[in-house]
C-alpha cells in the first residue's frame, strides 16, 4: 500500500538533514514527484496515494502545498504531520527496500538541484506537467494522470538505456 506524500517528504527531510542540506517547498515538490515516477517506472507501483496536479511551477502535490506554504522560498525546518489517534505526529510510511532505494537515489540525483533547474527538468514538452498544463482544461491545476507519468518515466529510462549502450 501507498504511503503518503507527506510520509516521502519526511524521509526526503531525514536525508536532507542527514546530509546537511536544506530543502525549500518548491523543492520538495519536485522531488516528491521525481521519486513518484521513478518509483512507478520501477517498481509499477504509486510511491505515496496523494494526488500530482499541473501548476504554474511545475508538479505540485496539493495536501504538500497546503503543510508548507507558510515557509514561503525558506527552507523547511519541522517534519509534516498527520493526525494518529487524535495527535498531531509526524507522517511516517513503512517503504519497501525498493521504494527506500528509489527514494534515496532521487536525493542523491536531485539533492544539489535548485528549485529553477527542478523547474526547467520537469516542464520539458511533452511531459505529463506540460500536457496537462497547456491542454484545453477549462479549470487550473488540472490532475497529472499517473498512467502518463509512469510513461514519460519509462520513457526515461529506456533512453538511459540506450545512452550507456551507446557508450560501449
Not at 12 to 34: H, N, S, T, V
Not at 89 to 110: H, L, N
Not at 147 to 153: A, G, S
Request: negative net charge; charged residues 30%.
Amino acid at each position: 500500500m501507498a504511503a503518503t506524500a507527506k510520509a516521502v517528504a519526511n524521509r526526503l527531510l531525514d536525508l536532507a538533514e542527514r546530509d546537511g542540506k536544506k530543502i525549500d517547498p518548491l523543492q520538495m515538490q519536485k522531488l516528491l514527484y521525481l521519486a513518484e515516477g521513478w518509483a512507478l517506472s520501477v517498481t509499477g507501483e504509486s510511491l505515496f496515494r496523494d494526488p500530482i496536479e499541473a501548476w504554474d511551477y511545475g508538479p505540485v502535490v496539493p495536501i504538500i502545498y497546503q503543510s508548507l506554504r507558510g515557509y514561503g522560498a525558506r527552507p523547511i525546518t519541522a517534519r509534516l504531520g498527520e493526525v494518529v489517534d487524535g495527535e498531531i505526529e509526524p507522517a511516517r510510511g513503512k517503504f519497501t527496500a525498493s521504494q527506500e532505494r528509489i527514494i534515496q537515489e532521487v536525493w542523491d540525483g536531485y539533492c544539489d538541484w535548485s528549485g529553477p533547474e527542478l523547474i526547467n527538468l520537469t516542464h520539458k514538452s511533452g511531459s505529463p506537467w506540460f500536457n496537462v498544463y497547456h491542454s484545453n482544461q477549462p479549470e487550473r491545476n488540472g490532475r497529472i494522470n499517473r498512467i502518463n507519468i509512469k510513461e514519460w518515466f519509462d520513457d526515461l529510462a529506456d533512453d538511459a538505456d540506450k545512452d550507456s549502450q551507446d557508450d560501449f
